[in-house]
């Protein structure tokens, strides 16, 4: 889930040199769920370690619905830094091809 709002705010992210009204205003609703995503993955990395109501284990198990929140933004974490991995890795291919082109 975290995942496609991550995919769809990317892929509507407004073109810094004309932005206008209608883009702006989706780009802000991605936001805002992608938010919703992050506080509900908190809440359910809060339950996992808070230790303060032992006793009560209603309130300490985290919903599907926050795991999934919390899984998918890290997910999101681990796929942006292998794209960045990537995107690099191929800039140094692309480098060195110019640089020695018999190589590549």
Same mark, same amino acid.
């Given at each position: ?6 995919a ?46 032992? @006793?009560? @284990?209603?309130?300490?198990?985290? @919903? #599907?619905?926050?795991? @999934? ?11 942006a ?11 140094? #291919? ?11």
């Amino acid at each position: 889930m975290a995942a496609s709002a991550h995919a769809s705010a990317q892929s509507r992210a407004p073109d810094p040199a004309s932005p206008n009204l209608d883009d702006l205003a989706l780009q802000a609703c991605d936001d805002a769920e992608n938010l919703n995503d992050v506080m509900r993955a908190y809440a359910a990395l809060r339950k996992l370690v808070d230790t303060s109501a032992l @006793s009560d @284990s209603e309130e300490l198990t985290p @919903s #599907r619905t926050e795991l @999934s929140a919390l899984l998918g933004v890290l997910n999101d974490a681990l796929t942006a830094r292998i794209d960045a991995i990537n995107l690099a890795a191929g800039a140094v #291919r692309e480098a060195l091809q110019v640089r020695e082109p018999g190589l590549a």
